[in-house]
C-alpha cells in the first residue's frame, strides 16, 4: 500500500513539473493533480500492458520509440477522464509524457523499488 501512495505521488509530481513545463498541459487545481495522478496510475497499471503487448510488433519496428507514442495515449486518456486535467493534443501528450517518465524515473531511483527511501551505509575496514 505504501508504494502505491508513493507512485501516485510521483506521479503527481511528475504531472505538475510537465504542466510548468509544457505548453498544452493545463492543471487547474490541486484536486485534480490529485486525481490525475491516481487515475494515470490506474492506466498504467490496467491499460498500458494490454496495449504493450499488442503494439509489440510496432515497437519491434521503431527500436522501442512507439512505446513513447503508448505513452502519450495513456497521459491523454488520464486526461480524457479527469475533469481539471486538459492536454491541448498529441505533441503536448508527447512531451508531457516524456516529463513525466523521467521525473518519475528519477523520483524513483532515489526512492527504491520498494517505494521507501533507501540508503547506503559503508564501513570503511
Do not use: C, H, K
Not at 493545463?26 to 503487448?53: K, T, Y
Not at 475533469?83 to 501528450?93: K, N
Amino acid at each position: 500500500m505504501a508504494g502505491f501512495v508513493v507512485r501516485m505521488a510521483l506521479n503527481i509530481l511528475g504531472l505538475w513539473v510537465a504542466d510548468n513545463l509544457v505548453a498544452g498541459i493545463e492543471i487547474r487545481d490541486a484536486w485534480s493533480f490529485v486525481m490525475a495522478g491516481f487515475v494515470l496510475g490506474a492506466v498504467n497499471a490496467l491499460v498500458r500492458p494490454i496495449l504493450l503487448i499488442l503494439t509489440f510488433p510496432f515497437t519491434i519496428v521503431t527500436l522501442g520509440f512507439f512505446v513513447l507514442v503508448v505513452n502519450a495515449g495513456m497521459l491523454g486518456l488520464a486526461a480524457a477522464l479527469v475533469g481539471g486535467f486538459y492536454v491541448s493534443g498529441f505533441w503536448a501528450a508527447f512531451f508531457g509524457s516524456l516529463v513525466v517518465s523521467l521525473t518519475s524515473w528519477g523520483a524513483s531511483f532515489l526512492i527504491g523499488p520498494g517505494g521507501s527511501f533507501e540508503y547506503l551505509e559503508m564501513n570503511e575496514r
